[in-house]
């Protein structure tokens, strides 16, 4: 069943974040004061107009839109002069995304075709306190000093980032309503792939989709790092809990791809001494838990009346994550996946991507893909189970 959204399609998103560390310097401890932030995203479905929604979900204080725009991305940070309109809330150019909320703009009409790119530009006038964030976004943040939101030139945009900043999804209209959420952790968000290039999991999934025909949207609400059962303040909140807010509440979707766990199978298997800081807490996790996590998501997506699709966890041999514990957990969890016939349907990955990685797709520490890699990954999935 399709959840429609009275008409509107998710097109893009991701997954907001609360401030801090990560695995890369970011601006979201800081935030804006008097500084143009313009990201530019790719759409997975067209439609014939769109309206932009904004996160201040984790923020400390109401975030002070002073303007905000949209157009067809020209590379870089420039845009198309041509297409470039001001985005509203009530009527309204500026206005406050209050705290603890994510909110929707009011629409504009603008066409755009599956795989279009489309370029939002923010003036933060006020201090805005720490940025609700997307750590990785392995595309480039551009920021200038002042007010340059209607500015179709990029020569101003002299700051860069590769993090997401309180930008949580684009919406169409127009657009099938059965689109696809894939929720998971660095190997949907895409670590290892090529920054701005599209060649995550996702994005791959979408081109296949719109090669097949018709396209369909795919979203991607995957964190790296992030864990099916335990909380982190820099890798997000646990799959189940986030469940609700990236996954239940995307209009126009009917079915979720969830590939997570391996994260609470493998982190709980480290010291506390790891040389990687940012994944603590180190807290204990059995298969058990992981397969009652994700039992709790598919009991939510079915009282939502989402289609749910497993897939298995992603060969590890050879990586820092690599014991006979952990291994043994991915095994359990695997066979759970494929036997236990509680998802409606499974991609089995861990099948198609072989016992250890193949160097060709390896993107160098023997867990993460390249971009041939998540292509492969993306071929492995059987259109039809969607």
């Given at each position: 069943?399709?959840r429609?959204?009275?008409?509107?399609?998710?097109?893009?998103t991701?997954?907001?974040?609360?401030?801090?560390?990560?695995?890369?310097?970011?601006?979201?401890?800081?935030?804006?004061?008097?500084?143009?932030?313009?990201?530019?995203?790719?759409?997975?479905?067209?439609?014939?107009?769109?309206?932009?929604?904004?996160?201040?979900?984790h923020?400390?204080?109401?975030?002070?839109?002073?303007?905000?725009?949209?157009?067809?991305?020209?590379?870089?940070?420039?845009?198309?002069?041509?297409t470039?309109?001001?985005?509203?809330?009530?009527?309204?150019?500026?206005?406050?995304?209050?705290?603890g909320?994510?909110?929707?703009?009011?629409?504009?009409?603008?066409?755009?075709?599956?795989?279009?790119?489309?370029?939002?530009?923010?003036h933060?006038?006020?201090?805005?306190?720490?940025?609700?964030?997307?750590?990785?976004?392995?595309?480039?943040?551009?920021?200038?000093a002042?007010?340059?939101?209607?500015?179709?030139?990029?020569?101003?945009?002299?700051?860069?980032?590769?993090?997401?900043?309180?930008?949580?999804?684009?919406?169409?209209?127009?657009?099938?309503?059965?689109?696809?959420?894939?929720?998971?952790?660095?190997?949907?968000?895409?670590t290892?792939?090529?920054?701005?290039?599209?060649?995550?999991?996702?994005?791959?999934?979408?081109?296949?989709l719109?090669?097949?025909?018709?396209?369909?949207?795919?979203?991607?609400?995957?964190?790296?790092?992030?864990?099916?059962?335990i909380?982190?303040?820099?890798?997000?909140?646990?799959?189940?809990?986030?469940?609700?807010?990236?996954?239940?509440?995307?209009?126009?979707?009917?079915?979720?791809?969830?590939?997570?766990?391996?994260?609470?199978?493998?982190?709980?298997?480290?010291?506390?001494?790891?040389?990687?800081?940012?994944?603590?807490?180190?807290?204990?996790?059995?298969?058990?838990?992981?397969?009652?996590?994700?039992r709790?998501?598919?009991?939510?997506?079915?009282?939502?009346?989402?289609?749910?699709v497993?897939?298995?966890?992603?060969?590890?041999?050879?990586?820092?994550?690599s014991?006979?514990?952990?291994?043994?957990?991915?095994?359990?969890?695997n066979?759970?996946?494929?036997?236990?016939?509680?998802?409606?349907?499974?991609?089995?990955?861990?099948?198609a991507?072989?016992?250890?990685?193949?160097?060709?797709?390896?993107?160098?520490?023997?867990?993460h893909?390249n971009?041939?890699?998540?292509?492969?990954?993306?071929?492995?999935?059987?259109?039809?189970?969607?």
């Amino acid at each position: 069943m399709s959840r429609q959204g009275h008409g509107w399609t998710a097109a893009w998103t991701t997954s907001p974040q609360r401030p801090g560390i990560s695995f890369a310097p970011n601006w979201s401890e800081e935030g804006f004061a008097d500084q143009t932030i313009r990201q530019t995203v790719r759409l997975s479905a067209g439609g014939d107009a769109l309206r932009v929604r904004l996160s201040n979900r984790h923020g400390t204080r109401p975030l002070q839109v002073a303007g905000l725009t949209v157009a067809a991305a020209a590379g870089d940070a420039t845009v198309k002069a041509d297409t470039l309109q001001e985005l509203t809330l009530d009527g309204k150019p500026a206005f406050a995304v209050p705290t603890g909320t994510d909110l929707a703009t009011d629409t504009v009409p603008f066409h755009t075709d599956a795989l279009d790119r489309v370029t939002i530009t923010m003036h933060v006038a006020e201090p805005s306190g720490p940025a609700t964030y997307h750590a990785q976004a392995l595309a480039t943040t551009y920021r200038a000093a002042g007010e340059h939101h209607t500015d179709s030139d990029g020569a101003v945009f002299t700051e860069t980032s590769q993090s997401w900043y309180h930008l949580s999804g684009v919406e169409v209209t127009g657009a099938p309503g059965n689109g696809i959420v894939v929720l998971g952790d660095s190997l949907i968000d895409g670590t290892g792939s090529t920054p701005d290039t599209d060649h995550r999991f996702p994005d791959r999934l979408a081109q296949r989709l719109v090669a097949a025909g018709p396209p369909r949207a795919v979203l991607n609400q995957g964190i790296g790092g992030n864990r099916v059962t335990i909380d982190s303040a820099w890798l997000g909140d646990r799959a189940t809990l986030r469940f609700q807010h990236d996954v239940l509440t995307q209009p126009g979707v009917s079915t979720v791809i969830i590939l997570a766990g391996v994260n609470d199978i493998a982190i709980s298997e480290m010291a506390a001494q790891s040389p990687f800081p940012v994944l603590a807490p180190y807290t204990q996790v059995s298969a058990d838990q992981v397969i009652a996590g994700h039992r709790d998501m598919i009991r939510q997506a079915h009282a939502a009346g989402l289609r749910t699709v497993g897939a298995t966890l992603l060969p590890m041999q050879g990586s820092a994550f690599s014991t006979p514990h952990s291994e043994a957990k991915r095994a359990a969890v695997n066979a759970w996946i494929r036997e236990s016939r509680e998802y409606d349907a499974v991609i089995d990955l861990a099948q198609a991507m072989g016992h250890t990685l193949d160097p060709a797709h390896d993107s160098g520490d023997h867990l993460h893909l390249n971009d041939a890699g998540y292509q492969a990954m993306a071929d492995a999935v059987d259109l039809t189970v969607l």
